[in-house]
């Protein structure tokens, strides 16, 4: 039985050798055209400097230059438009001025008052009073809106006077 056992074990491993043979025989005849090719390196152009120019001009990127644009805006206004951070901040100050409504005026001893609608409560104002978040102050409150002169912050630090209004809006009920 061992012998027999013997035999088999060297004939199949005599079949694996000749498989291995095709194998690279086949292998071979499919590889014998193939070369392989490199492209060339693209040709590399000479560098030829450009001269600069703009010596004799203000270099826009020097911090200084930036520095003397600021001081000369605010010596322009004098310096003197920053709001009161000091005073009480007055209820509707709170508010955004969009969710803010104008809902109507009064006019009481020839003094016009506007209507604000804040949340759920409804503001009496009148020219001088503040509200929204923008240091607005009215300026000037007539049957259709309410105007305000708001103070606001630039990319530069200064504040910048914007003018707004607030208008009359239908109640729904």
Known sequence: MKAFLAVILVASLAGCGDEQGDLKQELKQLTK?????????????????VPYKAEGEVDPFRPERIVV???????????QLRPNLDRPKE???????????????????????????????????????YMGQNFGVITSIDDGQ?????????????????VSSLQLQEVRR
């Open 91 to 129: 209820p509707l100050e709170a508010f955004p001025l969009e969710s803010l409504q104008m809902v109507g005026t009064l006019m009481q001893k020839k003094e016009y008052f506007g209507l604000v609608k804040a949340g759920t409560n409804l503001y009496r104002v009148k020219k001088g009073n």
């Open 146 to 162: 309410i105007s305000l002169k708001e103070l606001v912050q630039d990319s530069g630090g200064d504040w910048t006077e914007r």
């Open 33 to 49: 055209d193939l070369r392989g090719k490199v492209d060339p390196l693209p040709q590399v152009r000479p560098y030829e400097p």
């Open 69 to 79: 644009a600021q001081a000369g805006s605010v010596a322009a206004r004098g310096g």
